[in-house]
């Protein structure tokens, strides 16, 4: 599985931003897609995951009832929507593919997509 992740950028705080990550290759192998982010000097930090078939989700504490995670199963494609967003939200943000759904933990994802860099300016 490649995935190709964007959408990233320099946001206000506030602001809202959209990733797009896109699945190709063996698409059909995985069961859960997540997004992690990584903040320089920190450890990378599950943000949201989503079962590829029911659609269930799941979300980091550190971003619930702000982010949101969708999929587009045509599309191979899935989203992160982040709204209100704080600076303490500046990362590079991953997305990955797992075996597995509802996984939370880095080491449960297998497929990693090359990050996105958002910026969040107070």
């Known amino acids: 599985v490649q995935l190709q992740a964007s959408g990233g950028g320099l946001v206000q705080t506030g602001g809202s931003l959209r990733l797009s990550c896109q699945a190709s290759?063996?698409?059909?192998?995985?069961?859960?897609m997540g997004w992690f982010r990584q903040a320089p000097g920190k450890e990378r930090e599950f943000v949201a995951t989503?079962?590829?078939?029911?659609?269930?989700?799941y979300y980091g504490d550190s971003v619930k009832g702000r982010f949101t995670i969708s999929r587009d199963i045509a599309k191979n494609t899935v989203y992160l929507q982040m709204n209100s967003l704080k600076p303490e939200d500046t990362a590079v943000y991953y997305c990955?593919?797992?075996?597995?759904?509802?996984?939370?933990?880095?080491?449960?994802?297998?497929?990693w997509g090359q990050g996105t860099q958002v910026t969040v300016s107070s």
């Open positions: 990955a593919s797992s075996g597995y759904s509802g996984e939370i933990s880095p080491e449960r994802y297998h497929y």
């Open positions: 989503i079962s590829r078939s029911s659609g269930l989700t």
């Open positions: 290759g063996r698409t059909f192998s995985y069961l859960g």
